[in-house]
């Protein structure tokens, strides 16, 4: 069974940045090429978001309150993908999580990323 396996995250102060992962264990590549994987963030207290998305063709989608900041990629031939996360601030915390979107698979464990101010 495809399971993810996220890593990276920490504790930082604002500004600072960070540099997620995320391993799609056990998928085909060929499903995963062709994939859109999104990274998605569930803050205390809230229902989980999405971040971004990036395409197998490297298209990418990012909500308005990380723009300028996050940058997704995917590594195809490691089945990996990545969030780097720039000028982080304290509403960043959360707990992030990457599945393929719009057709989601077991979610992971996640990676805690805390952002002090």
């Known amino acids: 069974q495809v399971h993810f396996v996220e890593s990276g995250g920490g504790v930082v102060e604002a500004g600072q940045s960070l540099q997620l992962s995320c391993r799609a264990s056990r998928m085909i590549t060929s499903t995963f090429n062709s994939a859109i994987m999104g990274w998605y963030r569930q803050a205390p207290g809230h229902q989980r978001e999405l971040v971004a998305t990036?395409?197998?063709?490297?298209?990418?989608y990012y909500v308005d309150s990380v723009k300028g900041r996050f940058t997704i990629a995917r590594d195809s031939a490691r089945k990996m993908v990545y969030l780097t996360m720039n000028s982080l601030k304290p509403e960043d915390t959360a707990v992030y999580f990457c599945?393929?979107?719009?057709?989601?698979?077991?979610w992971g464990q996640g990676t805690q990323v805390t952002v002090s101010s």
């Open positions: 599945n393929r979107d719009g057709q989601e698979l077991p």
């Open positions: 990036i395409t197998g063709g490297r298209n990418t």
